[in-house]
């Protein structure tokens, strides 16, 4: 299995920008398409963006399309989601998770049940 570790979370102004990363340990990274969520309170943990296996499939949620992008390293075992133009509504406890599946060679899957490793989450508060 795979452990998944976020960082760079925090407080910052409406405009701003955040870095988060997701780094892991355990089998090699490469064999899995990563995925962002975010979970708000009392909201349902929703998909962010996701990136395959080897890094050249990505995918955004509608309402973060233009403003993140997430990358990878395999080499580094990091993905990293880069967050631009952040608005209040952004505000989450975002998590990265990791899709075991054969799938995630090419596809990028976007419901939570399609992942198999998640990480603690890291809270992103944004202010206006």
């Known amino acids: 299995q795979v452990q998944l570790v976020e960082s760079g979370g925090g407080l910052v102004q409406a405009g701003g920008s955040l870095r988060l990363s997701c780094a892991a340990s355990?089998?090699?990274?490469?064999?899995?398409?990563v995925g962002w969520f975010r979970q708000a309170p009392g909201k349902a943990r929703e998909f962010v963006a996701g990136i395959n296996r080897g890094g050249g499939n990505t995918y955004y949620a509608d309402s973060v399309k233009g403003r993140f992008t997430i990358s990878r390293d395999n080499a580094k075992n990091t993905v990293t989601l880069q967050m631009n133009s952040l608005k209040p509504d952004d505000t989450a406890v975002y998590y990265c998770?990791?899709?075991?599946?054969?799938?995630?060679?090419?596809?990028?899957?976007?419901?939570?049940?399609?992942?198999?490793?998640w990480g603690q989450g890291t809270q992103v508060t944004v202010s206006s």
């Open positions: 355990g089998r090699t990274f490469g064999n899995y398409a």
């Open positions: 998770a990791a899709d075991q599946s054969t799938l995630g060679i090419i596809a990028v899957r976007r419901e939570r049940y399609d992942y198999d490793y």
